[in-house]
């Protein structure tokens, strides 16, 4: 009799095991940051309305690109939604891991996701870029802005900045002053992803980009990756030594604690900047639009967007939630969680924005309808890597920036069997 | 129930007894298990993975695999960031096995002969080897910090320059294996520590009569007794370092300018960053080829030593 009721329990608990998943409605995977915790408890609110079981399974913001690929390429259908930083929808896309939702809107009765998402953020989630079909939903409006710190930047001669000289200006003052322990910019120089994504906003403000405009040539190599570049070295000069291994933490720690006066950085510091348990800066710190260079400054967009993977058996529960999810009333609510909306109707909700908390939402909202996708390409990742490998080099001063421009413009050209 | 199965087995085997059939193949149904997890956890995967070095494995799931022979491999050849890997891997290696094999010997020599019964002081320095490689690499990341590490900040309380120590192309690998050696240090100490404790005392008596000094008994006493155990302590360090991941990926992701890209890092990013297997899997083997290599070339060297 024990030796059943052991073998029993073995077989359920194994059977429990390899299918962890197999007892909720639809599983959604989702980083472990903000954005994550965010679903998870907008999933918690779904599941005590209607009803329905839903798994969050939370990973490293790595391991859900990795999980989520796997997923794909082994059509496991383990995930039913993954929500993804949106320079990964081509992947995706194009590797057929993420559902068209073009049916699933007409079976709703409607056209597509409504007007009152920003049009930048409705545009990423069309594939290819805002041309093609819906293959997922926004759900938290990331797009870089300018953190100043406006009083240290008056005491140096610049009122408000408006250009990348404006801000070299400021930041070559405040570094000389700083003693070695105070500077004037602070920007991730660390290999791959985060020097990438702090330069890139230097980089289309001087008129360039990775791709000419029907994607034929790689275009890195110019006049105007040159200028771009020329800033990007200056602004290092007048960064804290070390910023070669700077990631969005130290930028933000750096600017938190008051030893650096100015970067590039993502909303979701602005809770961390205004937290009296966490920052020197409380209400000292202003946000502006990307500086212009040569062109108008642009913001890299960072959207996390909901997506269908292709391999999902529970499609329609998928995509009833992701309708729920992304309504106003629950992007609202996400925003007063502390991830920033996609809808003009919560940017401008007067609730919020007369807190203190959302005083950046003007310029956020700005930033975002200024904004630029990172080049929509399969393999973006490869991309990413080449182009920060040569521009860690150049950061670091092993080769020259023209050198890594030349480099780059030709890893990029491998990579992509562009000439 | 004997009595069944018997009737069982000659209803299947007309002849034959199940009794005597297992008495027969006893040895092969004890060694069953274990081939069977073997040929799960080893040998499949390993199939695998040569099956995986020969295709191109595209992420889209309805594309199949295609056929590339030797490619994969001709691909290394011409891939300068897997030749930057391997010289960092080699570096890495040499120089990180090399300063933990002196430190370790060194505070073994010590602590045998002159602090013995301190056997607290062992387990002090023991403690790095049982921290998890994570919580290691994050500690020296906060170690390190250039603005608030307590590293640079000794550094300037002391009046000495600030330094980017994960940061810097001329210190970040100095940086890791200074982690490696603090943390891999006591794991040779250990080991030289329980070869000295099997030394045998006459030869030592026998040379002291002699009149043999110190450092002629260690050289020509110590060194030789201990040689077997040596090739051990290298060999599971070699292979150990060779797989070096976690302390690059957190402190420096093998950067700055490529300066600590090691083969380990470069395989994650190949297999799941790049979404490319097949290369990965070719990478794979060559590092699989070179530990193997080694580990002949350190047990020959043992054996001789023997």
Known sequence: MLRKFCLALAVATSAFAISASAWADFTVLVPSSSEGDGLRAAADDYSKMKGTKVEIVQAPYANVFEQGANAGATKSGVFDIILMDDPWIPFFAENGHLEDLTPYFKNAGMEGPDNDFLSKSLAICRNPYNTGPYVCLPYVGNAQMFFYDAAKYKEAGVEAPKTWDDVLKASKTLTENGGGRYFGYVFRGGQGNPVVADFMPIFWSYGANMFNEDRTKVTIDTPEGAAAMKTFIALRDVSPKGIESYNANEVGTALAAGTAASSINWPNWVATFEDPSQSKMVGKISYSPIPAGTKPGSSEIGHWTMGIMAASKNKQEAFDFMIWATSPEQIKISASRGNPPVRASVFTDADLTKQEQFRHYPVLMEAIQASTPRPRHPKWPEIENAFGIELSKAVAGTITPEEALKNAQAAVEQITGLK | ?306
């Not at chain 2, 298990?33 to 295709?55: E, Q």
């Not at chain 2, 020599?109 to 994050?138: C, E, G, H, N």
């Not at chain 2, 040779?188 to 070869?195: D, H, K, P, Y």
């Not at chain 2, 070096?244 to 992701?253: A, K, N, Q, Y």
């Open chain 2, 1 to 306: 129930m004997l009595k069944y199965k018997g009737e069982l087995a000659k209803s299947l085997q007309p002849g034959g007894s199940l009794e005597h059939w297992t008495e027969r193949h006893l040895r092969y149904l004890m060694l069953a298990p274990t081939v069977l997890i073997l040929l799960v956890l080893t040998i499949f995967p390993s199939v695998y993975m040569f099956y995986a070095a020969v295709h191109r494995i595209s992420p889209n799931p309805d594309l199949p695999w295609e056929f590339v022979g030797t490619g994969n491999f001709v691909r290394l050849i011409s891939d300068p960031q897997f030749h930057v890997a391997v010289r960092n891997t080699a570096v890495f290696t040499i120089v990180a096995v090399a300063l933990e094999f002196v430190l370790g010997l060194g505070l073994a020599l010590l602590l045998d002969r002159y602090i013995r019964r301190l056997s607290f002081l062992k387990t002090v320095l023991m403690i790095p080897m049982m921290l998890p490689p994570i919580a290691v690499a994050i500690t020296w990341k906060i170690i390190y910090e250039p603005q608030f590490g307590v590293l640079n900040e000794i550094m300037f309380q002391l009046g000495l320059p600030v330094q980017a120590w994960a940061g810097d192309v001329n210190l970040a690998m100095f940086s890791i294996i200074v982690a490696d050696v603090w943390q891999w240090t006591p794991f040779i100490f250990l080991l030289m520590l329980a070869g000295l404790a099997s030394l045998p005392v006459e030869p030592y008596e026998a040379a002291a009569l002699d009149g043999a000094s110190s450092w002629r008994q260690f050289w020509d006493l110590t060194l030789p007794f201990l040689k077997p155990v040596i090739a051990i302590a290298l060999l599971l360090r070699v292979m150990d370092a060779l797989r070096l991941f976690d302390l690059v990926f957190i402190l420096t992701g093998g950067g700055p300018a490529d300066r600590t890209k090691v083969l380990s890092l470069y395989i994650y990013q190949v297999a799941y960053r790049f979404a490319d297997p097949g290369y990965a899997a070719a990478i794979s083997l060559f590092v699989l080829f070179v530990t193997i290599v080694l580990s002949t070339w350190f047990m020959k060297r043992m054996r001789l030593a023997e």
